[in-house]
């Protein structure tokens, strides 16, 4: 694309600042600073990769997925206020998840040990799973909250901890999947997933674009399907005391705000 044509696409936020401001919605700085911030992230990224690119050394990769990972941690844990040491179990199900995923790709030989194609499939994973992580301790925190005295029942009752957080967890885990499998139903259908756009856009034959978005869209629901049972196994843990006593993430929660 041409530079030019790059300055000529900001008149498509132009529309959205017009609207905001006659409607008094308020977003025209939100706007403006997701625009720059868009323009300036990702030149540097590509120039990063780029650079990573030319050298072609497996420890930038690992390097640059260990960034990646490191962002994603810092902002899905921000849901998880109030739970001890969430910072760190967001980024052990996150790193799970990339690992456990991207060693199959690569023993399987679907991908080569190449930047070219570990970052941008690496990406793809960590932020399908830090959306994934966000959206488990969001469902997770809120249920135990509501459903604490259910769960405080059990427990009285002689349950153990598993079983009293079970109707905790599962929904938490099943709401962080709602995304991936209603993507997959209606990919083709709907949209035109991202990656087999680009490579349609880039020239690369249609049939040959389906095949390299199924494999994306299996590695998604695996990669998702991982960090999240990780998230929530490690939640239903860290959400009882060594005496197996349910803690007060809730009031930690709101001392947070």
């Known amino acids: 694309m041409a530079p030019y044509k790059l300055i000529l696409l900001l008149v498509l936020i132009g529309v959205s ?20 911030r868009t323009f300036v992230q990702l030149f540097v990224v ?21 960034v ?64 994934a992580s966000g959206l488990v301790l969001n469902r997770f925190l809120e249920d135990l909250i509501i459903k604490r005295e259910w769960v405080e029942t059990y427990l009285s009752l002689g349950a153990s901890p598993d079983l009293a957080i079970s109707h905790v967890l599962s929904p938490s885990v099943k709401g962080s999947m709602i995304p991936t499998v209603d993507s997959m139903k209606t ?24 095949e390299l978005q199924i494999m994306v869209m299996l590695v998604l629901a695996t990669a998702v399907m ?11 843990r860290v959400a009882f005391t060594p005496s197996q006593q349910l803690i007060r993430i809730e009031q930690n929660r709101q001392s947070t705000r």
């Open 226 to 236: 991982i960090t999240s049972t990780v998230l929530g196994y490690i939640l239903s």
């Open 46 to 66: 590509g120039f990063v990769l780029n650079a990573i690119f030319r050298a072609n050394h497996w420890y930038w990769t690992v390097l640059m997925l260990a």
């Open 68 to 131: 990646m990972v490191l962002v994603a941690t810092q902002n899905a844990s921000r849901r998880g206020r109030g739970v001890p040491g969430v910072f760190g179990w967001v980024g052990i199900a996150i790193a799970c998840g990339i690992s456990v995923t991207m060693a199959l790709l690569l023993g399987l030989k679907i991908i080569q040990f190449s930047p070219r194609y570990i970052i941008p499939v690496g990406g793809m994973i960590i932020g399908n799973s830090m959306i």
């Open 187 to 210: 990919v083709g259908l709907v949209t035109l997933p991202g990656m087999m756009t680009g490579a349609i856009l880039a020239g690369d034959n249609p049939l040959s674009a389906v």
């Open 17 to 36: 600042l017009i609207i905001s401001r006659i409607r008094r919605y308020g977003l025209e700085r939100d706007l403006l600073e997701g625009t720059i």
